[in-house]
């Protein structure tokens, strides 16, 4: 299920999540079952899109991109690159060939059911891309919070799930690991669901 764009004036600020908080870092956005990973991954689009900061989104062949739920959300679709591959290693070279152009502040990669990990060596250049160009990588799974991260070098691991609620969605996003901050960050944002849900 997509969820569609927040509430005016319910996104609460901090300094641990948005996009000045992921520039240059690996991170990774997961949960399992009833999943807002999609709609906190649409925020952070909009936010780059808003610094007039390029943004790409590529998908493997599980991932869940639906263009009218996010143009809904208020997505500028016609400044989204957007790239489908068949596997991880497609979405590893297409993201550090992008991130090498230094023209993206925010790459999002939805890896759908996530692989195991990512090969070491991918998340290296991944990170020392990110870190040159002063921009955000971000990987979308669906996992638990128990299950390990997809590499030693992720350096921010949230959870983000959805509860239905009168009117609408309660999201929350759980930070499980940062390496800058530590864990423990938490916010609960009101939404609601597309047209007819």
Known sequence: MKI??????????????GLPALR????????????ATLTASVELVIEAQREAEPVAWIMGPHGSF????????????AALV???????????RSAERLLRSGAFGLIVIDLGPAPAEIPIAHQGRLVTLAQAHDAAVVCITEKSAESGSIGSLVSLRAEALRLRSPGGFELTLR??????????????VRARGPAGL
């Open 4 to 17: 569609g764009p927040l509430e005016a004036g319910q996104v609460i600020e901090h300094p641990g999540w």
């Open 24 to 35: 240059g870092r690996l991170v990774e956005l997961s949960a399992r079952g009833a999943s």
């Open 66 to 77: 639906y263009p009218p739920d996010v143009a809904e959300s208020g997505v500028d679709l």
């Open 82 to 92: 957007i790239i489908r591959v068949p596997d991880l290693t497609g979405a590893t």
């Open 175 to 188: 930070v499980i690991k940062d390496k800058r901050r530590g864990p423990g960050f938490q916010r609960t």
